[in-house]
């Protein structure tokens, strides 16, 4: 096929996927038999994913990671040889211990730090990766790492990725979601972008607070709305009739079809009041704090996505302070990563365990990343020091979708400081994840600058050892 | 195991078997040792290895592991072993999978036992019998040397032919040559054009194709002459259009996807591109004035370095400085190249991948890692261009029109030597100070006797005066005597710009003149370089050369300034930094330099002085400036900073303060009294003499100055003086003087010749050869001097690439796909003309023509071929799916910008406003840390072209509709149609306000004017064309049900047609 043939039947494609299912993919994964399913294995563990964005680098030591060391050599300086690139860091700059006691929860005996007490009840279900190693230690680079599996991004998002591989099971609903608060990552909009892939698998952005969606509350009464579009019907027969193109004015028809559905449809899934009470207040959707109030209402909406077929969702944490992002602790550890935990711990565990209360754990995978961890050292001990960017070595987790729970892969060194052993990348989680999805990562492609892309560009390794 | 392969395996076995039969002498028993070691190897390396790295296979990376010469001499990182050293060996490490961008196999790490088995054999000296011949010898620069001449076979690298318009069979069809070519093609095809289009079709398309805009705003006032002929009202309107000063606008916009434009940086802060509106400003003008493409190629790539720059008489701008910011659009990070590896990669990376696709159509920055895989563009050609574009300084430049402060400036040092005049005199006339009344004084002032004041306060005890006198007169001669290790810097390589600077020059004591107060005077100024010594409002810089050229470890420079006055320091051209420093202090203190280790690939470290309007980092990230909100964008600063002494040194140590102010003390003068007052009043007086008399000593204008602080010295004008009258008029004329214009531009002055590191394989961790600037050698010889040679070089008439390039890009813009339908791409990968003749001819013409954008438009517009209508027949769409041929026009949707300027144009709303600073798009929700403010919703009617482009958060309604990624660049944007783009229009506010708007206006027409009659009025200005009679019945029924003959009535039919398909698709 050339690229001219291509462009076509890429365009043909994208027509019929908008005609008849609009953000849907039904239509798509039917015409595309031959195109598109080759990527698919016999064998999907998960059909959703869930994305729990720890914005600005959760630190490592102070979550997953005990470093007993690092208490003992509290105030010390590193030394030469403990300097990384991979991380803010300096000869001169010294250990310092984390705030928070570490203890073993659950049968397993995972380690999770006070910091984080909802998560800590949830430790059996956690698949925990402690030595995920970054490219370099800055956010917008390992945002976009993260999200699109390079470090200038210039590629399309994991989760539209997701999308354009499985497609929604929703016709009224796109494939990718993103739960945000107004809030624009480093890296900018680009982490959630469809990139070179049809712009339907953008994620669609649903605010905390006010109107969730732009544009999708109705500014006419249904019957109004009705009335125009059938004036618009055999206004715009006549003009597909005369362009030239009529295809692609039949899909734009087509399109106000579907758009006219998302009006109720979205409001509907957003809409948490028909919650029971005892599900609400799990989640902590009436916290005094309304940063938690906004996260916890974004987590249930969650759950409520996936349920309805969304196949890719992502929170976002709420941008609470002048921080450049909401984990960036460079100071004030202590007060604000405990802020960052009292906003998102209780909703996250609570998304775990409501999940496997309704048999849907099995098949959703939550993810738990930070772009990045945060250094074991710091340049001075004082009541206000903070940590600072680190790559090499930090941790993440998954709970369900076929991951083994109650697990820790990988090690860092004695003071977390550096990989100890089995190196992780974001390109062999991002693999791993698309596998449970069943989908294999080097099979799903896409045609573009001349060379069929990847999510996982040329790496990239099913991580076996997480699976149960 | 696919491909197996003996070659190697024979002389093994032929040498164990004589090992076998025991007939070896010791020389051969050493031989047979090294087989036997090497006997696992060879198979070992032949089923691992040879796939990618053998002659029998590929060269993978120019290693060949098939002889032991192979790896002896290596690939393009170096020897692929160091024998009896493991650890030290490439290859080694790259079985080992330790670091991520070596990783050999790269798709399964070998089974450990092999690793271990390579081990031991590069411990014992990798003994390898296969010797220099057992491959086929070739150098591998020769393999790329006889892959790069085949690759030079290429139709876009061949020269332009010179075709002549064929001979079609319907010649009469044919109104250009044009024509002729697309006849020709489509006989070929055996199939006929579409008839032509109607004339409010005609109207309608070349509106929304030359400028953007319905046909009603289109035209900007210059009406068309109603004119006899169908003919001549179409040229007459074509004319018009091309006149328009829309014209410029939308054409301005086009190519601002190709260069990338944004108005802020992204990444983590959204930082605003300096000066970005005055680039987009300019492409506005040079698209309307019909500047030649030639002269921006020239500008664009090298405006700085053009020693006639264009200047624009109305914009009073130097058009050609503004053309390099070509450069610096797309996105920039923060991070500094010396703690962080790949900041200014990335950039250079951006510049070169803009660069050589917008101008040439060719992917260079794939040839980022290794040589193109498919284009005649080697690794080197990659990092040439990088230290092509790494030699200037990326920084601030002035733009404003040279010689436009000259008057202003003349007038102001007039009026200074006269103010001076008068404050001497009037000085003059005044009693010396005595003794006593300075002990008065001081008695009543006590917090002043600090610093210049101590004297005075010394002066109380005799004892005390002389003990401190002398610890002056040591410090002083200490002074005098460290500062043999200080030696003045040569400032022949320092650069100087900015009228502030330029006429800054002062000497000891030069008065600055107070703009506003009762005082006359604010200061009086130490010698050296005051930007604000006329004027605050006159911008300055003064760059240093990077400090590895200065002499010494260290530099220090004695600097005040203030109102965002201050330095910033720049690792590596990366000016979006933080170590960006802004002055408070009035006194000039010491600053020093230490020369930075370089690291990282970094070629140099630069640090530049400079005042708010020239500071490339101005404003910084939020949160970097004191005393400035988030909101303030930093437009229009008076800012000032001051330079008195700049030193050179090899301690660490600051200068020492030579305490020269204390020096008229100490002076074993006859003259000089003994008693303390006394003495501290003759210093005084001494000093305000010597100013009077033009014979300041060094340092003695900051006694003068503190004197002044503390109203020693009369500062005052009488009323109705000449010296108010002076006064008066300095402040006038400095008030006038218009604040200055700046864009981030290149800076080549005394910057020295730099070369830039190859990454081996892309890694920037891995640097190789140092590479001399250059150009690609595709296009004839790598050797150009400077950007302007690379930019004379694109514009030789013969060049293959950069008319055709250009041409092609106007052809989409007229026609919706280019000849070649891949603009950014003529290489392999790209797609083929479909009229290659006629792209070579157009591109002579277009050369011929003077590069003139508007007659290659004019002649495109005015062709038969555009004139079709949408008709397509049966057999065209079979034989021609995609309509390259152009058996009819297609019908296509407006651009993003399109769709919301014809709301804004139909509502009446839109501001025929050109130029400006960015306008904040509407947002439902703020994040000042990052600058995203929310504009109005309407955008204050302004076009689209001139919303804030941020990279973060670009204008929604514009994305929605295709806007593209302003990182990157982009010559054909996508076309999607997605239900998102019906919510906006269905929903959006914008939408609403703009139909209520329209609707109102019907309604206010009144009931005497019937619904048919408005309907019709809305029709011609939405679609330009008048409604057939079931529309209009249609549209007057659906009115009824709507609301009826009611502002909201007509409001939703507004609505209605905004959501008709008509309204964002033109035939």
């Not at chain 1, 211990?97 to 995972?110: M, Y």
């Not at chain 2, 659009?329 to 950039?347: D, P």
């Not at chain 2, 038969?864 to 769409?877: D, I, P, V």
Request: net charge neutral; hydrophobic share 40%; aromatic share 8%.
């Amino acid at each position: 096929m050339n690229q001219l043939e291509m462009r076509h039947a890429c365009g043909r494609r994208e027509l019929l996927a908008g005609a008849s299912a609009g953000f849907g993919m039904l239509v798509l994964q039917a015409l595309a038999g031959a195109a598109l399913p080759q990527h698919r294995t016999t064998r999907a563990r998960a059909k959703n994913i869930i994305f729990c964005f720890m914005d600005g680098g959760p630190s490592h030591v102070d979550t997953f990671d005990p470093k007993p060391m690092l208490k003992k050599h509290e105030g010390r300086p590193i030394g030469e040889s403990a300097v990384s690139k991979r991380a803010q860091s300096g000869a001169g700059r010294v250990w310092l211990g984390s705030p928070w006691e570490f203890r073993q929860h659950g049968e397993s005996g995972l380690w999770v730090s006070g910091l984080l007490p909802h998560t800590a009840r949830v430790a059996d279900h956690l698949c925990l990766v402690r030595s995920m190693v970054g490219e370099l230690p800055l956010h917008g680079q390992q945002n976009l790492l993260l999200h699109t599996g390079r470090i200038l991004g210039q590629a399309p998002s994991f989760g539209a990725w997701v999308s354009y591989g499985l497609g929604t099971e929703n016709t009224s609903l796109p494939g990718y979601v993103v739960l945000n608060n107004d809030w624009v990552p480093n890296g900018g909009l680009e982490n959630f972008g469809s990139s070179f892939l049809p712009a339907s698998h953008q994620a669609t952005m649903v605010r905390a607070r006010g109107v969730p969606v732009d544009n999708i509350a109705p500014r006419d009464a249904a019957a109004v709305q009705r009335r125009k579009l059938a004036l618009l019907a055999a206004q715009d027969a006549d003009f597909a009739a005369r362009a030239s193109d009529a295809n692609a004015i039949e899909a734009a028809i087509a399109n106000y079809e579907t758009a006219f559905r998302m009006q109720s449809a979205v409001p509907q899934i957003a809409d948490i009041s028909t919650e029971p009470e005892h599900v609400r207040r799990m989640y902590g959707v009436g916290s005094a704090d309304e940063h938690q109030r906004f996260y916890a209402t974004q987590a249930l909406r969650a759950r409520r996505l996936v349920e309805a077929g969304v196949r890719f969702v992502e929170i976002t944490c709420p941008s609470f302070d002048g921080n450049n992002s909401p984990w960036d602790q460079h100071g004030l550890l202590k007060i604000n990563h405990e802020k960052n935990a009292r906003i998102t711990d209780q909703s996250v565990a609570a998304l775990i365990l409501d999940l496997e209360q309704r048999g849907l754990l099995d098949e959703t995978i939550v993810l738990w990343a930070g772009e990045m961890g945060r250094t074991p050292h710091t340049p001075k001990v004082t009541e206000t020091c903070g940590r600072d960017h680190h790559v090499n070595g930090y941790s993440l987790f998954m709970a369900g979708g076929g991951f083994r729970g109650g697990m820790a892969y990988g090690e860092t060194d004695e003071f977390g400081n550096s990989v100890a052993r089995d190196p992780v990348s974001i390109h062999d989680v991002h693999a791993t994840l698309l596998h449970q999805m069943g989908v294999d990562h080097e099979k799903l492609t896409y045609r573009h600058g001349g060379r069929d892309q990847r999510l996982t560009d040329v790496h990239g390794r099913v991580l076996s050892e997480l699976l149960a | 195991m696919r491909f197996q392969n003996t070659r190697i395996i024979i002389p093994i076995t032929a040498a164990a078997l004589a090992a076998a039969h025991g007939m070896c002498s010791a020389v051969e028993m050493q031989k047979v040792n090294t087989h036997d070691v090497f006997a696992k190897i060879g198979p070992l390396l032949e089923r691992r290895c040879f796939e990618c790295h053998s002659h029998a296979h590929k060269i993978k990376g120019g290693l060949a592991l098939d002889s032991r010469s192979g790896w002896e001499k290596g690939g393009e990182s170096g020897p692929a072993l160091v024998p009896g050293r493991p650890e030290a060996s490439l290859l080694i490490q790259a079985v080992s999978h330790v670091e991520k961008d070596l990783k050999m196999p790269p798709r399964q790490r070998l089974p450990q036992a092999e690793i271990e088995l390579l081990k031991d054999w590069v411990r014992q000296g990798a003994p390898d019998p296969r010797g220099a011949g057992a491959g086929a010898e070739l150098k591998t620069t020769d393999a790329w040397e006889a892959e790069f001449q085949k690759r030079l076979d290429w139709w876009s690298l061949k020269p332009m032919r010179h075709p002549a318009p064929p001979r079609v069979q319907d010649a009469a069809w044919a109104r250009e040559p044009v024509d002729c070519f697309i006849k020709a093609g489509l006989e070929t095809a055996d199939l006929s054009p579409a008839p032509p289009a109607d004339e409010a079709t005609l109207r309608r398309r070349l509106a929304l194709v030359l400028t953007g805009l319905p046909p009603a705003l289109a035209a900007g006032g210059a009406e068309a002459r109603s004119s006899s002929s169908a003919e001549q009202r179409l040229e007459s309107w074509v004319d018009a259009l091309l006149c328009s000063p829309h014209f410029g606008e939308h054409f301005a916009r086009h190519w601002m996807d190709v260069v990338r434009y944004t108005d802020t940086y992204g990444y983590e802060w959204d930082n605003p591109a300096k000066g970005s509106h005055e680039y987009r400003d300019y492409l506005i003008r040079a698209f309307n004035d019909d500047t030649g493409y030639d002269q921006l190629v020239r500008e664009q790539l090298a405006g700085d370095l053009l020693t006639q720059p264009r200047i624009h008489a109305a914009a009073r701008t130097n058009e050609s400085l503004i053309g390099p910011m070509f450069y610096h659009m797309g996105e920039h990070r923060h991070g500094s190249s010396l703690m962080f590896n790949g900041i200014h990669q990335e950039m250079v990376n951006n510049k070169i991948d803009a660069f050589s696709k917008a101008f040439l159509a060719t992917t260079v920055a794939c040839a980022r890692c290794h040589d193109h895989k498919l284009e005649a563009v080697a690794q080197r050609d990659y990092y040439a261009l990088a230290a092509l574009f790494t030699q200037p300084r990326w920084t601030t430049r002035g733009v404003d029109a040279p010689g436009r402060n000259d008057a202003a400036v003349s007038r102001l040092k007039e009026l200074r030597s006269a103010i001076r005049t008068e404050m001497e005199a009037l000085w003059r006339s005044r009693p010396p100070l005595e003794a006593a009344q300075l002990q008065a004084w001081a008695a009543a002032h006590k917090n002043a006797l600090k610093g210049v004041g101590a004297p005075l306060a010394a002066a109380v005890s005799a004892a005390e005066f002389s003990k401190q006198k002398a610890q002056w007169q040591k410090l002083h001669a200490a002074a005098l005597k460290a500062r043999a290790d200080y030696t003045p810097a040569r400032l022949d390589e320092w650069v100087f710009e900015g009228d502030g600077l330029v006429h800054g020059r002062t000497e000891e004591g030069t008065p600055l003149v107070a703009l506003e107060g009762a005082g006359v005077l604010a200061r009086l100024l130490p010698a050296g370089w005051h930007t604000h010594a006329l004027s605050s409002r006159l911008p300055g810089s003064l760059r240093m050369p990077p400090e590895h050229r200065v002499p010494g470890t260290h530099v220090s420079l004695r600097v005040a300034g203030g109102e965002f006055g201050g330095h910033l320091v720049v690792d590596d051209h990366a000016f979006q930094n933080e170590t960006v420093a802004f002055y408070t202090n009035a006194r000039p203190e010491w600053r020093t330099f230490a020369d930075a280790v370089l690291k990282n690939g970094a070629q140099q470290v630069a640090v530049e002085f400079c005042t708010a309007p020239l500071n490339p980092n101005f404003p910084p990230r939020t949160g970097l400036v004191k005393g400035m909100k988030n909101n303030d964008p930093g437009y229009d600063k008076r800012s000032w900073i001051s330079i008195t002494e700049i030193l050179t040194h090899d301690s660490a140590d600051a200068p020492p303060d030579a305490q020269e102010v204390f020096s008229g003390l100490h002076e074993e003068n006859a003259a000089a009294p003994e008693e303390a007052w006394a003495r501290v009043a003759a210093w005084m007086n001494a000093a305000v003499r010597r100013w009077c008399d033009h014979q300041c000593r060094h340092g003695e204008s900051e006694l003068l100055d503190w004197m002044l602080q503390q109203g020693l010295l009369c500062n005052e004008a009488a009323p109705g003086s000449r010296l108010a009258g002076l006064v008066a008029e300095y402040r006038r004329v400095e008030g006038g003087i218009p604040f200055p214009r700046s864009v981030v531009s290149m800076d080549e002055r005394h910057a020295p010749a730099v070369k830039y590191p190859l990454n081996v394989r892309g890694n920037v961790d891995a640097t190789g050869e140092l590479i001399a600037p250059g150009s690609l050698r595709m296009l004839g010889s790598r050797k150009v001097s400077d950007r302007l040679a690379l930019a004379e070089s694109l514009l030789q008439p013969e060049h293959p690439l950069t008319a055709r390039v250009y041409v092609n890009r106007v052809w989409q813009w007229v026609f919706g796909t280019g000849l070649v339908a891949t603009p950014d791409d003529f290489g392999r990968l790209g797609e083929r003309p479909t009229h290659p003749e006629l792209l070579d001819w157009l591109a002579r013409e277009f050369i011929r023509e003077g590069w003139s954008t508007k007659k290659l438009v004019r002649r495109l517009v005015l062709s038969q071929t555009f004139r079709q209508s949408g008709t397509s027949t049966e057999a065209a769409r079979e034989r021609d799916p995609a309509n390259r041929l152009l058996s009819y026009m297609p019908t296509r949707r407006l651009e993003a910008e399109g769709i919301r300027d014809a709301l804004l144009a139909v509502a009446g709303r839109l501001e025929p406003q050109l130029y400006g600073r960015p306008v904040s798009p509407y947002r439902t929700a703020e994040d000042d840390k990052k600058r995203l403010f929310s504009g109005p919703l309407d955008g204050g009617g302004r076009r689209s072209v001139y919303l804030q482009m941020s990279i973060m958060d670009p204008p929604k309604i514009l994305t929605g509709f295709n806007l593209p990624d302003l990182k990157l660049p982009t010559g054909r944007r996508d076309v999607t149609n997605v239900p998102a783009q019906a919510l906006i229009l269905l929903n959006d506010p914008l939408v609403h306000e703009m139909a209520q708007r329209w609707g109102r206006q019907m309604a206010q027409r009144g009931a005497a004017e019937g619904a048919d009659r408005r309907v019709r009025v809305m029709f011609e200005r939405a679609f330009a064309r008048e409604p057939a009679a079931e529309e209009t019945w249609r549209w007057c029924t659906a009115l009824e049900t709507l609301g009826g003959d009611t502002p909201e009535g007509w409001s939703a039919l507004a609505h209605a047609l905004f959501n008709a398909k008509e309204f964002i698709y033109y035939r």
